[in-house]
């Protein structure tokens, strides 16, 4: 089946840009997600993409997908304190369920 | 966004005991999934239903079963629960019952944080 890694911390500036990065093993998945977790809440769904795209832009939100490699990344611009969150990747399998990764905990520092 | 109401919220109870967690919805989405989310485990699938007769077992729905009482409402149950059925519990909506709408992302409650003594 399905499987989605993800790193489990990143720390970074406020201000700077924010690289999650997530892997996955089944090539035929189609469709893509990041989502966001806060403290106490459920998951909010920030962005998803199509595996036909290459990248994905909405605001400060870049999705790159690199079918190839298996690869999904979420590019944060301008990171600030509000985003600091838990970010989970989700792909969608062939039997239409979502497989989530074990999410990133990204923590922004002044 | 879809408007998912779980309840409880929070809810500790003893081994052994029954359990219902309720999941409401009104954006009138056909699709209604259960999840459970363990701390460096992401989320993984107990149950789902696509629509009122449909029912699915997910990945880890050993201990658990499920209703849908209306398009609305999807219920989880814990027979006799167990301590590690410890966890935060997610409903997540989505619309759409036939598979040409399967790109149409979910949406996520706000969980049930449940602790089992």
């Known amino acids: 089946g399905e499987d989605v890694e993800q790193s489990l911390f990143l720390s970074v500036r406020e201000g700077d840009s924010s690289v999650i990065n997530c892997t996955y093993t089944d090539s035929s998945s189609t469709y893509l997600y990041w989502y966001k977790q806060e403290p106490g809440a459920g998951l909010q769904l920030l962005t998803y993409?199509?595996?036909?795209?290459d990248m994905k832009q909405d605001q400060r939100l870049t999705v790159l997908l690199n079918k190839k490699d298996k690869h999904l990344s979420l590019r944060i611009a301008d990171t600030q304190t509000g985003d600091s969150a838990i970010y989970f990747c989700?792909?969608?399998?062939?039997?239409?369920?979502?497989?989530f990764g074990t999410g990133t905990r990204l923590q922004v520092f002044p | 966004d879809a408007d998912v109401t779980q309840t409880p919220r929070n809810r500790i109870t003893k081994t052994g005991k029954r359990i219902m967690l309720e999941c409401s919805q009104t954006?009138?989405?056909?699709?209604m999934y259960w999840y459970r989310q363990d701390p460096g485990l992401g989320l993984q699938l107990i149950y789902y239903?696509?629509?009122?007769?449909?029912?699915n077992k997910g990945e880890i729905s050993d201990g658990y079963s499920v209703s849908r009482q209306a398009q609305a409402k999807f219920s989880l149950s814990l027979e006799s629960a167990i301590p590690n059925q410890t966890a935060l519990y997610f409903c997540?909506?989505?619309?759409?019952?036939?598979?040409?709408?399967?790109?149409?992302?979910?949406?996520f409650g706000d969980g049930t944080r449940l602790s089992i003594l």
């Open positions: 954006k009138g989405h056909d699709r």
């Open positions: 993409i199509f595996s036909n795209m």
């Open positions: 989700a792909v969608k399998d062939d039997t239409d369920k979502l497989i």
């Open positions: 239903s696509f629509d009122v007769k449909d029912i």
């Open positions: 997540a909506t989505a619309t759409g019952s036939s598979p040409s709408h399967s790109n149409q992302p979910q949406h």
